[in-house]
């Protein structure tokens, strides 16, 4: 049972563009919520994040949306960079004292074309 | 600082072979994890550890898995036997303190390949 859902498996985007990332999660008891990005033969690294009580968060290029009620986030990153070109990972955490424990989805891979 | 290490970086190994993964974290984190990647299920914590003892390891598959901690800088992932099911990248990621503001930091990777 996949509690983090990216139902995109890839996406192809023209540099310059803007580039969002799609993710879901059946977890209520979720309460933040990370995207990391890998690049191949590397581990995930962190990119953003975003706690439950807000429902944006912006770092530079990267802005992370959070609609609870829909239980969806997603991830934009505008303008687009051939170096932007990784897989992303959504992830949750929170609920049940586990907090330490990040969930995560199966990934999408983003392809920025030049 | 050097990141999290693994070693080795890749392993290919006969079936029914004993086969050990190796995790130094960041000087500092408290906090170990194991995590495996595979394409059907993704990324999928394996076991955690907060300063050096076993906390959740109900991601473990079976008994042929086991882990240990014996001290801050060192974890081990053992897998006894080998199965090819086993195939996949097994990452190891650690984390100072409690909070999850920064995620963890991954390590790169060991990806085994059980023939």
């Known amino acids: 049972d996949q509690q983090v859902k990216q139902n995109s498996p890839s996406l192809s985007v023209q540099e310059g563009r803007i580039s969002i990332l799609n993710c879901d999660y059946t977890?209520?008891?979720?309460?933040?919520f990370l995207w990391y990005k890998k690049y191949p033969a590397e581990g995930p690294t962190f990119l953003i994040s975003?706690?439950?009580?807000?429902d944006k968060n912006e770092d530079g290029r990267f802005t992370v949306f959070l609609n609870k009620s829909a239980k969806h986030l997603s991830l934009h990153i505008v303008p687009s960079q051939p170096g932007d070109s990784a897989v992303y990972f959504c992830?949750?955490?929170?609920?049940?004292?586990?907090?330490?424990?990040?969930?995560f989805g199966k990934g999408t891979l983003l392809t920025v074309n030049p | 600082d050097a990141g999290v290490i693994q070693s080795p970086r890749h392993e290919v190994t006969e079936m029914g072979q004993e086969v050990t993964l190796r995790c130094k974290p960041i000087?500092?984190?408290?906090?170990l994890f194991w995590y495996r990647q595979t394409m059907m299920r993704g990324l999928e914590l394996l076991i955690y550890f907060n300063n050096n003892v076993p906390i959740d390891d109900s991601g473990m598959p079976e008994d042929r898995f086991s882990a240990k901690m014996p001290n801050a800088s060192f974890s081990t992932l053992k897998i006894q036997p080998s199965e090819p099911r086993d195939s996949a990248v097994y990452f190891c990621?650690?984390?100072?303190?409690?909070?999850?503001?920064?995620?963890?930091?991954f390590g790169s990777g060991t990806r085994l390949t059980v023939v």
């Open positions: 990621a650690s984390r100072r303190g409690q909070g999850l503001n920064y995620g963890y930091t």
């Open positions: 975003i706690s439950s009580i807000k």
């Open positions: 000087s500092g984190h408290n906090s």
């Open positions: 992830a949750a955490s929170g609920g049940g004292g586990s907090n330490y424990k990040l969930t």
């Open positions: 977890n209520s008891m979720f309460d933040y």
